[in-house]
């Protein structure tokens, strides 16, 4: 089993990038999809972005798509998510999320997770 710690998140403008990092220790991380979720206050913990999508590919939420971007490397172990042209809406707690093999884009079958950075875009 993987375990996981993010980093990178901020206060950020409106406008403005960050890159989030997910580190994960353990073994056989390459098998894993690294999905990301965030959760804003008072809300429910909502699905961002995913790897290992029908056979490699990355899906994103709507909300996100064309803004973020996910990438792996799994030399370092490490997952990425590229946050540009940020909202004030995307202010959040993030958490990246481990699944053995498999993707999914419902965070109940998650169950490896890390702490969450909190990204605070301001307008």
């Known amino acids: 089993q993987v375990q996981l710690v993010e980093s990178g998140g901020g206060l950020v403008q409106a406008g403005g990038s960050l890159r989030l990092s997910c580190a994960a220790s353990?073994?056989?991380?390459?098998?894993?999809?690294v999905g990301w979720f965030r959760q804003a206050p008072g809300k429910e913990r909502e699905f961002v972005a995913t790897?290992?999508?029908?056979?490699?590919?990355?899906k994103y939420a709507d909300s996100v798509k064309g803004r973020f971007t996910l990438s792996r490397d799994n030399a370092k172990n490490t997952v990425y998510l590229q946050m540009n042209s940020l909202k004030s809406e995307d202010t959040a707690v993030y958490y990246c999320?481990?699944?053995?093999?498999?993707?999914?884009?419902?965070?109940?079958?998650?169950?490896?997770w890390g702490q969450g950075t909190q990204v605070t875009v301001s307008s």
């Open positions: 999320a481990a699944r053995f093999l498999a993707p999914s884009l419902r965070f109940l079958e998650y169950d490896t």
């Open positions: 353990g073994r056989l991380f390459s098998s894993y999809a």
């Open positions: 790897d290992g999508w029908s056979g490699g590919g990355t």
